[in-house]
């Protein structure tokens, strides 16, 4: 995994947009009429994120805010006064509860979009695999059933599919679909796709997307999906070169990827089941959005 301090530098020199990503929580988040008052919701946010952005457990965030001062003034806590792991895993469950995951990242984008980093008439789709543990020691001694497996290359990946819709010009996410393994890529796509593109860019694994039912009425698009290996060796130079100038922009896609699995960890499953998975990928996204937009014109 790649070092993330310096990354995580990069996030919170965004601060000024944590209110707006509060906002989009606050109206589900409990008053505390009756009983013990919740903590401030702008310091458990905090403590979310920081969980997620270094892949911690809940009891491992728990300890990190007792050992790590920054962490602590970055969340505004108090050492005599912490969130305990139960009361961290207990804001994930809102979180999942309520599909916040995926409004905070609707809301990064909106965000970036304001300040002209998501385009919207080409896209990228692709999809990763995301490993879950294929052993069946462990207390309910089966596998999570809803992860299957798939082989790919030469090898067979037991686990779940992160597909995503990215913006052919800075490889934002502006789509996400979460899926089991199994699940083929092209199944996915039109969760992937806005609407408004009017160019299309995905591997071989989408090849002859635009002649199934749900892709035939989009109009004035270009579908550039890349050839098999085995049809690219019989191409004449001038198609080979278009099949490398599709490869350039398809790499973009790869940029999200990069941060979610290399820089935050997420190369594995953390919990069981797709849709607790389908909120933290959400928010890692965002994390990702963020961080290649600081790059492009925020810094």
């Known amino acids: 995994m790649e070092s993330t301090g310096k990354h995580w530098k990069a996030l919170e020199s965004t601060g000024k947009h944590w209110k707006a ?46 050992e790590i001062e920054s962490m602590r003034r970055f969340a505004g806590l108090r050492l005599d006064r912490l969130p305990d792991e139960t009361t961290i895993l207990n804001f994930r469950r809102f979180l999942e509860r309520h599909d916040l995951g995926s409004a905070l990242f609707e809301e990064v984008n909106r965000h970036l979009q304001s300040h002209g980093l998501v385009l919207r008439e080409g896209s990228i789709v692709d999809a990763t695999i995301i490993s879950a543990p294929s052993s069946t020691k462990n207390k309910a001694s089966k596998r999570d059933p809803e992860m299957h497996q798939t082989h790919r290359g030469n090898q067979w990946h037991f686990g779940m599919k992160m597909h995503i819709g990215v913006d ?128 492009c014109v925020l810094a």
Request: proline share 4%; charged share 30%; net charge positive.
């Open 21 to 66: 990503l509060e906002k989009k929580i606050a109206r589900h988040y409990p008053k505390g009429a009756n009983g013990r008052p919740p903590y401030p919701l702008s310091a458990i946010l905090r403590v979310h994120c920081m969980q997620a952005f270094y892949n911690l457990s809940d009891p491992a965030m728990e300890d990190a805010l007792y």
């Open 168 to 295: 052919a010009v800075f490889g934002l996410v502006h789509s996400i679909d979460t899926t089991a393994a199994n699940t083929h890529d092209i199944v996915a796509a039109e969760k992937l796709l806005h609407g408004d593109e009017k160019r299309v860019f995905g591997d071989a694994g989408y090849l002859g997307i635009q002649k199934r039912d749900e892709h035939k009425d989009r109009q004035g698009v270009d579908w550039f999906i890349a050839k098999r290996p085995g049809q690219r060796r019989k191409l004449n130079a001038d198609k080979a070169r278009a099949e490398t100038l599709k490869a350039r922009v398809r790499a973009k896609e790869e940029h999200p990827f990069r941060y979610i699995k290399r820089v935050f960890g997420y190369d594995k499953v953390r919990y069981r089941g797709l849709a607790k998975n389908n909120t933290r990928l959400h928010l890692l996204a965002a994390f990702s959005n963020l961080l290649m937009g600081e790059k």
